[in-house]
């Protein structure tokens, strides 16, 4: 089985306004959006918590932190802040994270504030939130670094390891509140569990340093790193129904599935940065994609190009803003699986996308990525959970402008119909595109039509080691022009990892005059129209 994943400014005012879009006319939580105000508190988006609605930034470079201890800290100080105060802190790595510090400056009117550079003046400035620190030891023991971030939250305490205790104390936070230098984390659940939030949690591997533990301390959220464990299955099932497991794990199926059986989303965010300060814009103003024309059926063989990895929040984050800005993007419609729960994540990075999609000879278009709000293998969650999950992604298609999302399951739930009824009874979500496991060879390129609407399947990837360019090229050339038929219709998975908008060219470049590329929406459009079967 093959993971999709690899791993691989002047202070400018004294005052701003809420970070809501500027052409919003009020500062209430969901203005401006398709959801109704309603549905979104100032703590809590459609699903996800959000921080304190933003005023001003106080921005560090990433760069100037000089130890791994120095992240942990910055981050849950981010997270501390942002759960009481509009002025927060803005970790700047550069690239892709300054688009977003830019964009909520210009188009938010965020004050960015980069006077306080080092960790030790930004402690300075906000040690008032905190009630004292954890004392952890990374060298000495790692897994209490996660110990730290879980307590950091429900204790108001930032994590503070033994290599930074003293400089801590100097600068005023002198309160020891709890010494976690040789726990672990089942103590921390088993002492403190009643604290933890039930509705977030974070898997996170110790080594990762100031990604999502900005967001963990603002949300209370319990943090582990354990494995495909009994254990982790104890901790996710004493979740409430419709609680979201942030982070990420070691074994992306079974971690996948163990969760979804017991009714959790997982939501992969484990090298996300800054949840916490682009969590809190408020409002959906901008989350609308650019009009695209209606298609007009003639007799060709249409191919769709879907980008992978949708679900994951960190690559919509950094990885997808700088697949983005290739080239060869704006020669050839294509569709990128974007995270809904950006909606509540990062409002402001979501609605960058749509304002620089292409329009015009070629269009960009977004879909949500596998499996709706978040990943999950849909065939395995329980009929009530599967339920509730399938009411928020149709509150977060409308808020986010997504009509189909992407499914990833084992091949043979294609079948299972009752599962898609779920979301097809929706009625923002228009199609599902189905991606699954294992062999392909009997549902490939099929559609299935669930109340009224289609479920289609891949029928091919583009995907270094499995499929290359000249081997679609000739997949795509061989098959027929009938658009009543679903021989007439190719859905590629396009791997993120391994292939480019350039190999995409390639491919575009070499098939043949019966064939035409269409963006997600024309190619749902086109097989609705003609009832492909």
């Known amino acids: 089985m093959i993971s999709r994943r690899t791993f691989g400014l002047t202070a400018l005012a004294a005052t701003a306004p809420l970070a809501v879009p500027g052409s919003a006319t009020a500062a209430a939580p969901g203005a401006g959006g398709a959801v109704a105000a309603s549905a979104v508190s100032a703590a809590r988006g459609i699903a996800l918590p959000k921080a304190t609605p933003l005023r001003r930034l106080d921005v560090i470079p990433s760069g100037t932190f000089t130890s791994d201890a ?60 905190l009630a004292g620190y954890v004392l952890y030891d990374m060298a000495g023991n790692p897994p209490s670094v996660n110990v730290a971030s879980s307590l950091s939250g429900p204790m108001k305490a930032l994590p503070v390891d033994v290599s930074q205790e003293a400089q801590v104390r100097a600068l005023g936070v002198t309160r020891q509140v709890l010494d976690v230098t040789g726990r672990t984390e089942k103590w921390a659940y088993d002492r403190y ?47 409430k129904p ?43 103003e901008g989350l609308t994609q650019k009009p695209q024309p209606t298609p007009k059926t003639r007799n060709k063989h249409y191919v769709s190009f879907v980008i992978s990895d949708g679900d994951n929040v960190a690559w919509n984050l950094w990885g997808l803003q700088q697949y983005f800005s290739n080239p060869d993007r704006g020669r050839f419609d294509v ?26 000879a070629a269009s960009d278009c977004f879909i949500a990525g596998p499996s709706g709000s978040g990943y999950v293998f849909p065939a395995k969650m329980p009929p009530d959970d599967l339920a509730l999950f399938t009411n928020r992604l149709n ?21 299972r119909n009752d599962v898609w009824s779920a979301y097809l009874r929706q009625p923002n979500i228009d199609a599902l595109f189905f991606f699954g496991y294992g062999d392909t060879d009997r549902i490939s390129g099929r559609i299935s039509w669930v109340n009224g609407k289609p479920v289609i399947a891949q029928r091919d990837v ?33 791997h993120c990892w391994t292939k480019s908008l350039s190999d995409i060219r390639t491919v575009v470049d070499g098939l043949g005059p019966d064939v035409e590329v269409v ?15």
Do not use: C
């Open 519 to 533: 963006t997600p929406k024309a190619f749902t459009e086109l097989i609705v129209r003609n009832r492909a079967r």
């Open 395 to 415: 509150a977060y298609m409308a808020a986010g402008d997504l009509g189909i999302s992407e499914i990833l399951d084992d091949q043979d739930s294609f079948f």
């Open 242 to 284: 419709g609680a979201a497991l942030m982070g990420y794990g070691n074994n992306e199926y079974d971690m996948v599935e163990q969760a979804s059986q017991r009714g959790v989303t997982s939501i992969p965010s484990d090298l996300a940065p800054n949840l916490s300060a682009l969590s809190a814009v408020y409002g959906n």
């Open 193 to 239: 569990g009643r604290l933890f939030s039930r509705t977030t949690a974070a898997e996170l591997n110790p080594s990762v340093r100031y990604h999502l533990r900005d967001y963990i301390a603002m949300t209370d959220a319990f943090t582990f790193y354990d494995g495909v464990t009994d254990w982790r299955a104890q901790v996710l099932g004493a979740m």
């Open 462 to 494: 583009l995907w270094a080691g499995l499929t290359e360019e000249g081997d679609l090229i000739r997949n795509i050339n061989s098959r027929p022009a009938a658009p009543t038929s679903a021989d007439g219709y190719t859905l590629v998975l396009v």
């Open 335 to 360: 569709g990128y699986g974007i995270a809904p729960s950006l909606v509540d994540l990062a409002p402001a990075a979501m609605r960058w996308y749509y304002e620089n999609a292409s329009r015009g």
């Open 70 to 129: 120095d992240r942990v800290l910055v981050a849950a100080l981010q997270g501390l802040v942002a759960k009481t105060s509009s002025e927060q802190i803005f970790i700047d790595e550069g690239g892709p994270g300054a688009v977003w510090k830019d964009f909520l400056h210009t188009e938010y009117g965020v004050v960015l504030d980069d006077s306080r550079p080092t960790w030790p003046a930004l402690l300075k400035r906000f040690r008032q939130h």
